[in-house]
């Protein structure tokens, strides 16, 4: 009973319980009479016999070993089973699909900066995606190494890379490391091109690389933040007026109705109350010249002024413009 215990006929196949698995070796090295072999879509089986491939077959579908398998592979196509003679070869199934991964940098990178000493600290943040370019060269490098091959692995092997060649890519044509998001696609297809070529040496293919976002020091992002909004205060005049002519423009086009004329009517009432305040400030800069002695300047006011007398531009209760600097009152 024992005997025929053993020869009962193998099922070949693999299930991919485990996500993320490129390369899987059969458990089984005991081929028996009878045994079957599965393959699924996006996977390739490889025999080999003595460490050595015998066959790679990509077509996914249900064999009969003996009969669609053996006469196809090099050294064993005249393999015959005898009755306690099963074929001792080892199969490795591929997973050709492709596959998406996170990556990010394990530390900060000091990237050269003027007035830095140190560098400036950077994270970068993404994904990429991989797959089994050449299960040959795959196999020729891992077999008898290793019994199977991941994402994680993929992924370590480029995250080992992946500061020198930010450091590189950022460095190259001059540009602003304040900056970096606006040039991020740039910077990811050079670095894609690196990975790509040194993972083509073991058979894995880099069929995308992304970077999502940089992340800068606390006290940067502060900075960045504090210099947008200095900027939106300096245009914001200059917004309104484009604003509101863009909606009069609308307003006198096919969609004129109850709505429109509203609309118009609101615009026209803002713009009156602008050239009322700049008439009133106009008023009150004479008055101010009038009363003040030949040569001298004109005496600021006790409370803050509505717009700047340098520039126009209107003010927040601040004691200087946020524009020109002038001081507004005493």
């Given at each position: 009973?024992?005997?025929?215990?053993?020869?009962?006929?193998?099922?070949?196949?693999?299930?991919?319980?485990?996500?993320?698995?490129?390369?899987?070796?059969?458990?089984?090295?005991?081929i028996?009479?009878?045994?079957?072999?599965?393959?699924?879509?996006?996977?390739d089986?490889?025999?080999?016999?003595?460490?050595?491939?015998?066959?790679?077959?990509?077509?996914e579908?249900?064999?009969?070993?003996?009969?669609?398998?053996i006469?196809?592979?090099t050294?064993?196509?005249?393999?015959?089973?005898?009755?306690?003679?099963?074929?001792?070869?080892?199969?490795?199934?591929?997973?050709?699909k492709?596959?998406?991964?996170?990556?990010?940098?394990?530390?900060?990178?000091?990237?050269?900066?003027?007035?830095?000493?140190?560098?400036?600290?950077?994270?970068?943040?993404?994904?990429?995606?991989?797959?089994?370019e050449?299960?040959?060269?795959?196999?020729?490098?891992?077999?008898g190494?290793?019994?199977?091959?991941?994402?994680?692995?993929?992924?370590?092997?480029?995250?080992?890379?992946?500061?020198?060649?930010?450091?590189?890519?950022?460095?190259?044509?001059?540009?602003?490391?304040?900056?970096?998001?606006?040039d991020?696609?740039?910077?990811?297809?050079?670095?894609?091109a690196?990975?790509?070529?040194?993972?083509?040496?073991?058979?894995?293919?880099?069929?995308?690389?992304?970077i999502?976002?940089?992340s800068?020091?606390?006290?940067?992002?502060?900075?960045?933040?504090?210099?947008?909004?200095?900027?939106l205060?300096?245009?914001?005049?200059?917004?309104?007026?484009?604003?509101?002519?863009?909606?009069?423009?609308?307003?006198?086009?096919?969609?004129s109705?109850?709505?429109?004329?509203?609309?118009?009517?609101q615009?026209?009432?803002?713009?009156?109350?602008?050239?009322?305040?700049?008439m009133?400030?106009?008023?009150?800069?004479?008055?101010?010249?009038?009363?003040?002695?030949?040569?001298?300047?004109?005496?600021?006011?006790?409370?803050?002024?509505?717009f700047?007398?340098?520039?126009?531009?209107?003010?927040?209760?601040?004691?200087?413009?946020?524009?020109?600097?002038?001081?507004?009152?005493v």
């Amino acid at each position: 009973m024992g005997i025929f215990a053993t020869q009962l006929a193998n099922v070949i196949e693999w299930n991919e319980s485990k996500e993320g698995v490129l390369l899987w070796k059969w458990e089984n090295d005991e081929i028996k009479k009878g045994s079957k072999l599965i393959i699924r879509m996006g996977q390739d089986a490889i025999f080999m016999y003595n460490g050595k491939i015998e066959g790679i077959f990509e077509r996914e579908g249900r064999y009969d070993v003996e009969s669609d398998i053996i006469p196809f592979l090099t050294t064993l196509a005249s393999f015959k089973f005898g009755f306690n003679a099963p074929l001792r070869a080892e199969v490795l199934f591929i997973n050709t699909k492709e596959q998406l991964v996170k990556w990010g940098t394990k530390s900060a990178i000091n990237l050269p900066a003027q007035g830095l000493p140190g560098g400036m600290p950077i994270r970068a943040f993404g994904t990429f995606s991989c797959k089994v370019e050449s299960a040959k060269v795959l196999i020729e490098k891992l077999a008898g190494v290793k019994t199977g091959y991941t994402v994680d692995d993929v992924k370590g092997r480029i995250i080992a890379n992946l500061d020198q060649l930010l450091m590189s890519w950022i460095g190259k044509e001059g540009r602003d490391i304040f900056n970096l998001q606006m040039d991020a696609a740039n910077i990811a297809k050079g670095i894609m091109a690196d990975l790509d070529r040194d993972m083509q040496k073991i058979g894995i293919s880099i069929t995308d690389f992304n970077i999502e976002s940089f992340s800068y020091p606390e006290e940067i992002r502060k900075m960045q933040e504090k210099a947008a909004a200095q900027s939106l205060l300096s245009d914001v005049n200059k917004y309104q007026q484009i604003a509101m002519a863009d909606a009069v423009g609308k307003g006198g086009g096919s969609g004129s109705g109850v709505a429109s004329d509203m609309v118009q009517l609101q615009m026209g009432m803002a713009m009156g109350q602008q050239m009322v305040q700049g008439m009133m400030h106009q008023g009150m800069a004479a008055n101010n010249q009038a009363a003040a002695p030949a040569g001298a300047a004109a005496p600021l006011p006790a409370v803050s002024p509505k717009f700047c007398p340098n520039c126009g531009t209107p003010t927040t209760g601040t004691k200087f413009c946020g524009n020109c600097g002038s001081q507004l009152f005493v």
